[in-house]
Each structure stands twice: as C-alpha cells, then as structure tokens.
C-alpha cells in the first residue's frame, strides 16, 4: 500500500509540471479555434472601439459545420480591412451524426453566451433564437440598420426581413431564404372542373378539391398528394397553432375533439386513396425552392415525369400552400444563413459591417443556396437566367440533363410569389412539432388509436407548455 | 481542575485546528475554486433576472417556478421515484453484500457478477433497453405471445416502474462495493470477542455489523440519491427531454431550462432541490456524530 | 440441512447474477455479429411499422448467438477508426490522473475531518456534500467562467483538475476512517507519532478496502464522463471515447457493440484487480504491533 501511495505522488507530480507547462492551446489539431486564448488576446488589443479607426480587431464567427461561402467571405474581408482578423470556427464533425453535433453545438454555444464570452458573430439557424432574444443575448439589428445610413433596405426583401422579426425587432439577418408551395398539375385541375382560390385557400378547401380530383379520376394521376400523414398533420396543426396551442396558459387541447376529428380526417385521406406515403407522381407536391433556375426546374420537371406514358401534355403551375382558417394571403419562407450579433461583443460595429459585406452583391452574387436576400442580386441571377433561355438538369439527375427553354414570361410568377412571402418557416422543428410527427405515426401506421394517439401528444406537449 | 481540563480542551482544538488546516488545504483550494464558488455564483444566478448584466429580483424566480406545473410534477416524480427506489436499493444491496460475506459456493464469482452491470457503457443500457421495452419490444412479443395487449412500457405509468428497475439493476453493484468494503473495514476483533462472549448470530448482526455499518450506510444513502439522478442519462436518450410525464423529473427540468438558457429558473431548481437534500442530510449528520460517540 | 440451505442460496443468488451479467453477455455476443446481421435484428427499434402492410408480427427480438463469427466489428474499430485508439489514451491521460490526485488530496482532508477536531467541521463537510449533489447543469456557467479565467478552455487539465477536486473521495474517505478506533491514534500519539505519521502508517494501510473502492468507483465515474469532455474540449481530437460512445447508437450501430466491449475492458480488469483488496478486509490485529 506504501509503495501505492508514493507511486501515486510521484504521478500527481509529473501530471501538474506537464499540464503548467503545456501552453493553453498549441491549436495543431485542426481548425476550430480555441476562443479561450484568441479572446484574451482580442480583448487586450480591443481599445472602446470608435469609427475609422484602425487598430486591429478580431472579430470570432462561429457557425455549425464548415461553409465554403464563409470562408471565401473571411478571405475577401480581410484582403479589404487589413486590421480586422475574422476567426472563423464550426464544429469538427469526424464522428457521431448530425443531431448529435447539433446537440453538443447548441450546449456549447448557449454556455459560452451565458457566461459572456460567446463568439461575436453567429449563425443562429440551428440555435433557438427566440429563446436568445429573451435572454437580451443578441444586438438589435433593426436598430443597427436604422442608424446606419450606408443600408438601405429597399436594396433587400423587406418583407423576408419584416417576417424573420422576433418581438418586433430583426435580431437575426437572413442571408438566403427558401420558399415553400405547391407544384400543382394545372391541366389535370382544369380538365376536372374543379374550382379553388389558392392564394388563400384552407387546408378544408384543399381537402374539397382533392376529393373532387379523387372523383373525376384522371387515370395518370390517381393521387393528389404524395406526403407522409405525420408531416401533414404537423403542417396543419402549425396553419392553426393557437385553436391546439394556448401558449400562454399553458394549455395544449389535443385531446379535444376537434383534434382526433383532424387525425381521423388526415388518415381518411389516406384511406381513400387521395393521398398516399408512396413515391409516385401526384398532383399536387409540396416543393421547396432554392433558387430561380431551382423554380423553373421543379416546374418543367414535374411536367416532364408525365411524358412517355401519357397521351398528352400536361402543364404543371405553382399553387401557394394551403394555410389555416383565416390566415391572409402570402406563402411561406425558411431563412437559411441567419446571423446573429453578440449583445456583449466589444466589436459589434465591425461585425455589422462584415454583416453587410456578405449581404453584398459581391459575395451574395458569388455562391451560395437560397434565394439571396439581396433584390439586386436576385435580378441579375433571372437576367443571367433569361438571356441563357434555358435550364438544364443536373447531367445525373432524374431526367438527366435534359434542357428546358423559358420565357419572361414564366417568371412573373415567381416574383409576385417572393414579394409576398411573410410567413416564417422554422429552420428546426420545434419541440412540438417533434413530439406530433413522433406520436402520430404509431396511429397512422394503425399500431395505436387516434384517442390514445392523442392522449400522448397531450401529456408530452403540456410538459412543453408549463415549463 | 474543570478549568484545567477546559483549557487543555482548547490547546487540543487548536493544536487540532492548525493541523487540520494543513491536512485540508490542498482539498480546499481546489475545492472552492471548482465546485464553492461556482456554487455561490449559481446561488447568485437564481435571484437575478439575467445572467447577463442581471439585476436583482429578489425570490421572482422562486415565484415562477413553484407556477410552474411542470416543476410541480417533476418534484412529484422524482420523490416518488427517488423515494422508491433509494430504499428498495440500500436493502437489496445490504442484503447481498451480506449473503456474499458469508461462506457460499462461488463467492468470488457471484460477488464480481453483482459488481458487473456498473461498468457496461451507456450506450449498451440504451440499446438492451429499447429491444426490451420499445413498443415493438421482446417484452411486448412475449405479452402477445401470452395473448396479451402489449404495454406501452415508456409510455404510461409502467415507465416508473422500468426506471426504477434499471436504476436498481445498474447501481446496486456500486453500493455493494460500498458495503463489501464496509463489512471487511470492521475489525473481527470485535467480532472474535463477541463470539467469546458466546453471543449469537442475530445479536452479532444487529449489534455490531450494523452499527458499525452505520458510516457506510450513511455514505451509500447518499450515494444512491445521487445516483438516482444519473438515471437521467439514460431516460434521456431513451426518451428524450420531453418524455410521457410520469417519468420527467427534476433533471429534465433543469436540462431543459439549461437548454433553453434560462439559467434563473434551473439555478431556482437547483437550490429549492438542495435545501430539500440539506434538511435529510443533517438528521443523517445528527444519527452519524451519535454513533461518533458512541464508537469513542 | 445446512448445506443443503447453502445450496439452495448459492443457486438464487446465481440466478439473480445471471440476470446482473445479461447485459455483458449480450454485448460481448452481438460483437461478434457482422453489421448487416445488426442491422437486420435490431431494425424495428423506435419504428412504427404499418399494421396494414402486413408487418403487425414485426417484434424486436434479443439475440445472443451470432449466426456466423465475425471478426469485423472489432477489426473496424480498431483498425479503419484510428481515432478510436487515439480517444482511449485520451480517456486514460484523464482518468489516471484524476484517480491518483484525488486518492491523494482526498484521503488527507478526510483525515481531517473524520479524526480531528475543528471549529466548524461539520458545517464545512455539508457543503462539501452538498456541491456533489448539484447537477452539473446548475454549476455550468460559472465553471466555464472559471475554466477560462485559468486558462484552461480546451486543455484535458479542464476536466482533470475538477476530477481532482471532487468532494467524492472526501466523503468516501471519511466514512471509511470511521471504524478506526480513536485508541489506536491515542496509541501512537503516546510512542511520540505525529499526525503525518499517524496518516501515513496507521490511517492508510486501514482503510486499503476503502481506497481499492474509491480507485475503482472514481474509474468508472471518470470513464464514463460525457457533459464536462462536450463543454471544456473544443477539439474532438482531444475528446476521450465516452464522447465518442454516447453516441454511437445514432451513428454506427453496426460497430457499437464491439466498441462497447472494449470500452468496459478496462473497467473490468481493474475491478478484478482491485476486487481482492476490499474483499478479503485487513486483520486490525496485525498492524497493531
């Protein structure tokens, strides 16, 4: 035993002159930076920050996984303004799976923003930022931008910028947005006589028409809805949030009647063969789309699936997204590349300015996914479009690399669709979203039934609520 | 002659007291700095509005959270369980580490099987758990094979009685150690006299294993409280941060608030948790200085 | 009869550490299965399969016999995951020192509070409980604070130290100095021993069974540590394979059961080698002499 606890002295010893003698962080390993010692060294270096000056100043920039447009960005900036160093840092992902990483990147950064040292720029999609706002953790950008004579918003999409608000203030700039709505079969439609107004039409409006398409039966298209039953309840339920969610009483009502009538009602759907889980080719398809060229593609492909098996042509039109009762008209969007200020960065100024510099033409026209939520560049990418005349599929595509042809005229469309968007998608699904895709399916798979379905969702969502 | 006897008495306590000081200064360095003060500082945290640039809002947070019907029902679901199950444990474990005192066939053997579920990782527990319990589970296709409904074990109030069951399962190697090592630290010489007295077995057992096992249970009752609240790792990833609420406890509670930053309320939990822990804790201090004297 | 009693104990008590051992079993059999056969048997966990789709007999089974050896798991681990290697020395260059500080700085202060006498010992004992029951959440933010301010963000010292520290030992520790008779300490204070010498020939070798405990416990506490690695170690190449393993059952469940054997590995042959100090006890009487 004696001899034990000398060993062990011995160890104890050699471990504290190693660790004194290892600097902080040698950084060899890889390429996420160690915020601990380039803070200290940013901080010192940090004079009470006043416009025009040059001393050089870090800005810290982290992001969830390693972005190409990022990097370019930092490399452009600095080339620019000598004097500031962007330390750009991501989660290093060599094992474990996304929602892991998500995890441990979320734990991380709310610790690091908790205890006053967070980086100083952010990009917040992946972050509950509602939940930063609240905490007065992120700098009002509304503000920034009103002070700031060099902005000017009518360059941009106001209304993704007026619907990406949290308790009326821009806390989170959008680099890009996504648009949702539904590619629709427009010559199946007009052959069958059924009517509908889709700018603003209700999901029960929608359910109408795909019944009446059910009955006129098109023998292409059988179907007029190729989705999963939990995604499509999880997309009503969200149109009509408040008549199943009472966020502040905390009160869930999805044990309430008119619930189990709306999981009966999805599952009919199914059931009566207007929609189904299967990957064929329906009427109408929620869509995702990225991008003008992105737009045009969905469009003639979806007319494109038809050819060779049909007798005639069929014509394919974006129809909005059905919405709850008494929502108004405007489609949905999903902001992707959200950046985020540091309340408590000493270098707020800068790290606006950068905000800027990749809102511009110059880095926003280089690459990236999404809409741009810069107009500008938004024009020149339909002008580059139209003067090429045509879109072609990716070379290893479904169809690949076919070639369509298009028109001015084709993108009227899209652009009254981008104008209006002002409905906010959230980039992650919330918790209670999660917790209906994961319940519903044991009743639409027929494990389980709609009341104790429900019953579940109601026990698990309240929980949620009264936190 | 009482003042001298007093004044001997402090020269002792002082001679004592230096002594200590030295015996206890490397433990309290670091102790304050790792675990004192960001203890205090999370004190701090529970009576201000924010952590960053906070101001001073008295017992607001306390206020909320006693609203909170979720924390209520945590509270609710961790006594239960933790009420449960911390005594069912300390006599399982008693008892075995008794049984594996004795002279068995295999001793060696057994006692090391009982040890062995304290070193099988997480990740394993995990997936064991979900081919037993999951909707789809061995369990549920032996029930149907009985023809009988499959239960929805994580999903109803079976789910308390699963965790319970891992819980025992898991940590009662942990607390066999503890008493192992607590039976074999008793001198046999107390033992070897009694026999000479001719004392019997029962007597034995009651007047000197379990008193001087005093110590030890007083170590491994807390011990078992704080593992209950391990459990939570595994309910966590089995069932995530919102499970079916009969198993949602205080540590979901603070994880979640921790997660959604809002360190007030989860430092508020926290401290309303301690001063619950602080009241069982002293009465154990109060039986444990008696047997101080007594062993004196 | 009284054999016969012993018997039938022995067969309970077997039955109860076959139970205690299935999960081991399971874990070193389902090793030698080949991913795909994983794949297949565990598939249905968490699923929902469509009762009309002609899956309602669809069950999860438990299988402990593999339907042929394979070797592949292990050879993937091992072999094509390098940074498997590489995060178990780094799980060990954590563990190891945790483990000799602490059974140093621990069994000095538990000296001191189980067999010295001083103004308020008791309540400096409470708070050290009481901060071991504290959630790790709870004292998060500050020990980020603190951790920064020593300049130890993203050094494994930042998990050793606090493991170091820990009120754990402390109060295991004391618990153990307990059964040590005052009159033995009085003894030789008498023969003209001081309180070191005290601690380090009289007190030490006495609770051997306690300190054997404490090694093994401190191991498997240290071993399996997840939030602390997640927080303090930026650098996944610094991390140490508990990390690594929390999540392997969303990530590489075909790999997850041999990774999970030799994870426990070293667990268990500590637990064997130290088992024999805190199970065979120490005779008082011959130290007393």
């Known amino acids: 035993m004696k001899k034990t606890i000398s060993m062990m002295i011995i160890v104890v010893l050699l471990f504290s002159i190693t660790a ?13 930076i160690d915020e601990g010692s380039s803070r200290e060294e940013a901080a010192k270096e940090k004079p009470p920050a006043k416009k025009d000056d040059n001393s050089p100043k870090t800005i810290v920039f982290s992001t969830f996984f390693e972005d190409g447009f990022f990097v370019e960005a930092k490399k452009k900036y600095e080339a620019k303004h000598p004097n500031i160093t962007i330390e750009y840092s991501f989660i290093d992902s060599d094992d474990a799976t996304f929602m892991g990483k998500m995890e441990e990147y979320i734990k991380k950064i709310n610790t690091a923003m908790l205890s006053g040292n967070g980086p100083d720029l952010i990009q917040m999609d992946v972050l509950p930022i509602g939940k930063y706002v609240n905490k007065n953790l992120l700098a009002d950008m509304s503000k920034m931008m009103d ?51 889709d700018h603003n039409w209700s999901w029960n409006q929608f359910f109408e028409a795909a019944e009446g398409l059910k009955a006129y039966g098109d023998p292409n298209y059988s179907y007029s809805l190729a989705a999963y039953p939990e995604e499509l309840l999880n997309g009503i339920v969200m149109d009509q949030y408040t008549s199943f969610v009472d966020e502040p009483n905390g009160k869930a009502k999805f044990d309430s009647d008119s619930f189990i009538q709306l999981l009966k009602q999805v ?25 003008p060229s992105d737009y045009f593609l969905a469009l003639k492909l979806s007319e494109n699936f038809a050819k060779g ?60 996914t999404g809409f741009p939520l810069n107009k500008e560049v938004y024009k020149q990418q339909v002008e580059e479009l139209l003067k090429k005349g045509k879109v072609e599929d990716h070379p290893e595509g479904f169809l690949g690399g076919i070639v369509f042809t298009i028109t001015a005229q084709d993108i009227e469309g899209l652009d009254i669709f981008l104008e ?17 895709v994961e319940e519903s399916k044991a009743y639409f798979s027929g494990q389980k039934s709609a009341v104790a379905v429900a019953k579940l969702m109601q026990n698990r969502i309240s929980l949620y609520l009264n936190e | 002659m009482a003042t001298r006897i007093w004044k001997k008495g402090v020269k002792v306590i002082r001679r004592d007291s230096a002594i200590a000081l030295l015996f206890l200064a490397p433990s309290l360095v670091g102790f304050a700095l790792f675990y004192f003060i960001p203890f205090v500082m999370g004190f701090f945290y529970s009576l201000q509005d924010n952590v960053v640039d906070g101001s001073f809002v008295g017992v607001d947070n306390y206020k909320e959270l006693l609203e909170s019907s979720s924390f209520r029902k945590a509270i609710n679901n961790t006594l239960l369980f933790t009420g449960v199950s911390v005594p069912l444990i300390i006599a399982l474990s008693l008892l075995l580490a008794l049984i594996l005192n004795q002279k068995i066939f295999f001793r060696k053997g057994l006692q090391t099987a009982f040890v062995m579920p304290l070193v099988v990782p997480i990740a394993s527990i995990v997936m064991i758990w979900q081919i037993l319990f999951d909707w789809n589970g061995t369990l549920n296709k032996w029930l149907q094979d009985m023809s009988i409904d499959r239960i929805d074990w994580m999903k109803s109030d079976w789910s308390m009685g699963v965790l319970i069951f891992v819980y025992v399962w898991k940590n009662i190697g942990y607390n066999i150690i503890l008493f192992l090592a607590g039976l074999q630290s008793i001198p046999s010489d107390y033992y070897e ?40 790792r595994e309910t966590y990833l089995i069932a995530g941060d919102y499970p079916y609420d009969r198993i949602y406890m205080l540590q979901h509670y603070m994880n ?11 430092t508020a939990a926290a401290t309303l948790m301690v001063a619950g822990i602080l009241l069982l804790v002293s009465a154990m201090l109060y039986v444990e200085r008696r047997f101080r004297q007594f062993i004196d | 009869m009284r054999i016969v009693g012993k018997i039938s104990l022995t067969v309970l008590m077997g039955i109860i550490a076959l139970l205690m051992l299935f999960p081991i079993l399971f874990t070193v059999s389902n090793s030698f299965m080949s991913e795909g056969e994983i794949a297949y048997n565990y598939q249905l966990i968490g699923k929902m399969i469509d009762v009309e789709a002609g899956g309602a007999d669809g069950f999860i089974n438990v299988k402990l016999i593999p339907d042929w050896l394979s070797f592949k798991q292990y050879s993937e681990v091992l072999i094509q995951t390098p940074v498997f290697l590489h995060k178990y020395w780094n799980s060990i260059f954590i563990v190891v020192p945790i483990i000799a500080g602490q059974v140093l700085v621990a069994s000095l202060a538990a000296y001191a509070f189980a067999k010295l006498r001083f103004k308020g010992r008791d309540g400096l004992f409470l708070i050290y409980i009481m901060t071991m029951l504290m959630p790790f959440q709870v004292t998060l933010v500050p020990n980020y604070i603190i951790v920064e301010k020593l300049g130890l963000m993203n050094t494994s010292s930042a998990l050793i130290l606090p493991g170091i520290f820990s009120a754990f030992g402390v109060f295991m520790l004391r618990q153990f100095m307990f059964h040590i008779p005052s009159s033995y300490i009085e003894a030789a204070k008498i023969d003209g021993a001081g309180h070191f010498r005290i601690f380090y020939s009289i007190i030490v070798p006495l609770i051997g069974p306690g300190i054997a405990a404490l090694v093994v416990l401190l191991f498997v506490d240290n071993w399996n540590m997840v939030e602390q690695p997640l927080i303090f170690l930026q650098d996944t190449f610094k991390q140490p394979l508990s990390l690594y393993l929390s999540r392997i059952n969303e990530g590489a469940r075909g790999v997850a059961f041999a990774a999970s054997a030799l994870y426990m590995a070293p667990m268990v042959l500590l637990y064997l080698y130290a088992e024999s100090y805190f199970v065979e006890g120490i005779q008082l009487s011959g130290i007393k002499g």
């Open chain 2, 193 to 232: 006299t009694a026999d000479i007295e001719g004392a019997g077995r029962f007597p034995k057992l009651l007047h000197i294993t379990m008193v001087y096992l005093t110590p030890t249970t007083f170590f491994v009752t807390l011990m078992s409280i704080l593992n209950s609240f391990k459990v939570f």
């Open chain 1, 309 to 368: 098996y049909e007798s005639y042509e069929y014509k394919s039109k974006l129809y909005s997204s059905p919405k709850g009762e008494g929502q108004g008209k405007g489609g949905y969007f999903r902001s992707y590349k959200t950046m985020g200020i540091n309340e408590k960065s000493s270098v707020k100024e800068e790290a606006w300015d950068f905000v800027k510099f990749i809102l511009s033409e110059e880095m926003q026209g280089s690459r990236g």
């Open chain 1, 267 to 291: 599952k009919g759907l199914y059931d009566k063969g207007i929609a189904t889980t299967e990957n064929v080719h329906s009427i109408f398809r929620e869509e995702q789309i990225n991008s």
């Open chain 2, 256 to 266: 979640n608030m921790f997660m959604s930053l809002d360190i007030q309320k989860l």
């Open chain 1, 147 to 197: 002070n700031d004579p060099a902005f000017k918003r009518e360059d941009y999409f106001t209304n993704v910028l007026d619907g990406s608000k949290v308790n009326g203030s821009l806390y989170g700039m959008p680099l890009n947005f996504f648009m949702y709505g539904f590619i629709g079969n427009e010559t199946v439609i007009e052959k069958s006589g059924v009517a509908f107004e």
């Open chain 1, 420 to 436: 209006q968007a002002q409905y906010p998608v959230a980039f992650n699904r919330d918790q209670v979203q999660e917790i209906i």
């Open chain 1, 20 to 32: 004194c003698s290892k600097p902080a962080n040698t950084g060899e390993t890889n390429k996420s």
